[in-house]
């Protein structure tokens, strides 16, 4: 066990005034996280940000944006207007430089704009979520916009795979008879941006049904990591799939294969950790008695003596260099959790079997207030992280330099409350152009899709 050198900022240093980004450090042995990845930069950030005359977005000098979609406008296939919620989202490489960005919508029973229903593109006609695909030119140009999966229920993040399709995850379990709903929910399915009726609305059964939030494929096993959301203790835990036919391609996950839980032997809850550096050997994957959950869900379920290992709040997961990175958002005590933090960044190295976690932010750093906390992150075009911040208050993206240093990258504008009560969409799905010339980033609600542009190296 190693603890890393620590040291102390507040937000509103990070965040000061017009966005004029600090030097300040994250703790833990930050240049683990980018292991594989171009050199980062050796700045604090991209410097102050700019008040947005139009009121949407605000970035540093040099950058610029542009508004590709909105909800409530007309999709171009003609299929209805775009859906809402907008949230996790990949940009798959296509042909002749296009780009498939396909975007998932986190509607529930009540949402306002339901993606519309398609033959041969639906799952359940009850159900509200699903995935819509943009396809780009190489200067971020919309020439299509359409649905890729319907009828699927909170449709909260997920990720890419090494054949360039989307594993969109519900982040909901609910059995059919519940909310209206016709079928069983809580499944990922797989969807190609390019051509979604390749792909249609098949749920991928053996990779287990839970409140999933977040995949990352390793490009060489073909494993599959899974984050499970979970509100309520006992929380989520961290799984594995190991597929019958691994990288096999467009529709190869149908073919099955094993789920298996995370054992930390002696921690069965994440948050108790608090040292970067902290280091856990001999891993232990625990196959799932029931993946279907058809009584129970497997949080709850049986994992023998020695029990399983759980998290509050599992979030964002992603693929670099060799290792699995996910995210807990934050654990409170009072919640149920058996410490307190407001975001935690893990490390798995299937090679060694170990997890170690690599970054913490406060109570110690303060990094982050009570409830503003980690969400979706992704390696950024610089080698550096980007990170989806999900609180109160006005909402940023937060740029991470190799060196741990934190900047403000872009503040939402959309103030969605009254003067006296402001409430600002968060910030999800962001993710980067295949060559690494666009940040593409949504804003929750009212929801919006962004390509940003400028000085990225």
Same mark, same amino acid.
């Given at each position: 066990?190693?603890?890393?050198?620590?040291?102390?900022?507040?937000?509103?240093?990070?965040?000061?005034?017009?966005?004029?980004?600090?030097?300040?450090?994250?703790? &833990?042995?930050?240049?683990?996280?980018?292991? #594989?990845? +171009? *050199?980062? @930069? !050796?700045? /604090? $950030?991209?410097?102050? %940000? =700019?008040?947005?005359?139009?009121?949407?977005?605000?970035?540093?000098?040099?950058?610029?944006?542009?508004?590709?979609?909105?909800?409530?406008?007309?999709?171009?296939?003609?299929? &209805?207007?775009?859906?809402?919620?907008?949230? #996790?989202? +990949? *940009?798959? @490489? !296509?042909? /002749? $430089?296009?780009?498939? %960005? =396909?975007?998932?919508?986190?509607?529930?029973?009540?949402?306002?704009?339901?993606?519309?229903?398609?033959?041969?593109?639906?799952?359940?006609?009850?159900?509200?979520?699903?995935?819509?695909?943009?396809?780009?030119?190489?200067?971020?140009?919309?020439?299509?916009?359409?649905?890729?999966?319907?009828?699927?229920? =909170?449709?909260?993040?997920?990720?890419?795979?090494?054949?360039?399709?989307?594993?969109?995850?519900?982040?909901?379990?609910?059995?059919?008879?519940?909310?209206?709903?016709?079928?069983?929910?809580?499944?990922?399915?797989?969807?190609?941006?390019?051509?979604?009726?390749?792909?249609?609305?098949?749920?991928?059964?053996?990779?287990?049904?839970?409140?999933?939030?977040?995949?990352?494929?390793?490009?060489?096993?073909?494993?599959?990591?899974?984050?499970?959301?979970?509100?309520?203790?006992?929380?989520?835990?961290?799984?594995?799939?190991?597929?019958?036919?691994?990288?096999?391609?467009?529709?190869?996950?149908?073919?099955?294969?094993?789920?298996?839980?995370?054992?930390?032997?002696?921690?069965?809850?994440?948050?108790?950790?608090?040292?970067?550096?902290?280091?856990?050997?001999?891993?232990?994957?625990?196959?799932?008695?029931?993946?279907?959950?058809?009584?129970?869900?497997?949080?709850?379920?049986?994992?023998?003596?020695?029990?399983?290992?759980?998290?509050?709040?599992?979030?964002?997961?992603?693929?670099?260099?060799?290792?699995?990175?996910?995210?807990?958002?934050?654990?409170?005590?009072?919640?149920?959790?058996?410490?307190?933090?407001?975001?935690?960044?893990?490390?798995?190295?299937?090679?060694?079997?170990?997890?170690?976690?690599?970054?913490?932010?406060?109570?110690?750093?303060?990094?982050?207030?009570?409830?503003?906390?980690?969400?979706?992150?992704?390696?950024?075009?610089?080698?550096?992280?980007?990170?989806?911040?999900?609180?109160?208050?006005?909402?940023?993206?937060?740029?991470?330099?190799?060196?741990?240093?934190?900047?403000?990258?872009?503040?939402?504008?959309?103030?969605?409350?009254?003067?006296?009560?402001?409430?600002?969409?968060?910030?999800?799905?962001?993710?980067?152009?295949?060559?690494?010339?666009?940040?593409?980033?949504?804003?929750?609600?009212?929801?919006?899709?962004?390509?940003?542009?400028?000085?990225?190296?």
């Amino acid at each position: 066990m190693s603890t890393a050198p620590r040291t102390t900022a507040t937000r509103r240093q990070v965040l000061a005034g017009s966005g004029a980004a600090a030097a300040i450090a994250f703790t &833990g042995a930050f240049s683990e996280l980018f292991a #594989g990845t +171009a *050199a980062a @930069r !050796g700045h /604090n $950030g991209y410097g102050p %940000l =700019v008040p947005d005359p139009d009121g949407l977005l605000d970035l540093p000098k040099g950058f610029r944006y542009r508004v590709l979609s909105r909800e409530g406008e007309p999709l171009r296939s003609g299929e &209805g207007p775009v859906p809402s919620n907008h949230d #996790g989202m +990949a *940009a798959l @490489r !296509g042909r /002749n $430089g296009r780009i498939h %960005l =396909v975007r998932n919508h986190e509607n529930r029973h009540t949402a306002e704009i339901g993606v519309p229903t398609i033959e041969g593109l639906t799952y359940d006609p009850a159900a509200k979520g699903g995935c819509t695909s943009l396809e780009l030119d190489g200067r971020n140009k919309v020439l299509g916009e359409r649905v890729a999966i319907a009828g699927t229920a =909170v449709n909260c993040a997920g990720g890419p795979t090494p054949w360039r399709t989307w594993l969109t995850c519900e982040e909901n379990e609910d059995k059919a008879g519940t909310n209206g709903y016709t079928k069983d929910h809580g499944f990922i399915f797989e969807v190609d941006g390019a051509d979604p009726r390749r792909t249609g609305a098949v749920p991928l059964t053996a990779m287990g049904r839970f409140q999933h939030e977040a995949i990352a494929v390793d490009p060489k096993s073909g494993i599959v990591y899974e984050t499970e959301d979970a509100f309520e203790k006992p929380f989520g835990l961290f799984y594995r799939f190991l597929p019958e036919k691994p990288l096999g391609g467009t529709g190869s996950l149908r073919a099955g294969g094993e789920l298996e839980a995370m054992r930390v032997p002696g921690v069965p809850d994440l948050s108790v950790v608090q040292e970067t550096g902290t280091s856990f050997d001999r891993i232990e994957w625990v196959p799932v008695p029931d993946p279907l959950a058809k009584e129970t869900p497997i949080r709850l379920q049986d994992f023998g003596p020695k029990g399983i290992t759980h998290a509050q709040k599992l979030e964002g997961c992603y693929w670099g260099g060799s290792s699995v990175y996910f995210v807990s958002s934050f654990a409170h005590r009072d919640e149920g959790s058996a410490a307190d933090h407001y975001g935690q960044v893990w490390l798995y190295e299937p090679k060694k079997r170990r997890l170690t976690l690599v970054v913490i932010f406060g109570p110690d750093t303060d990094i982050q207030l009570p409830g503003e906390s980690p969400d979706n992150i992704c390696l950024a075009a610089d080698g550096g992280l980007m990170v989806c911040e999900d609180g109160g208050g006005a909402q940023h993206v937060l740029g991470v330099t190799r060196r741990g240093e934190v900047y403000a990258m872009a503040r939402g504008r959309q103030n969605i409350g009254t003067p006296e009560e402001p409430e600002w969409g968060e910030f999800a799905g962001v993710t980067f152009s295949p060559d690494g010339s666009t940040m593409y980033v949504n804003c929750y609600t009212p929801g919006t899709t962004f390509a940003v542009t400028g000085p990225w190296c």
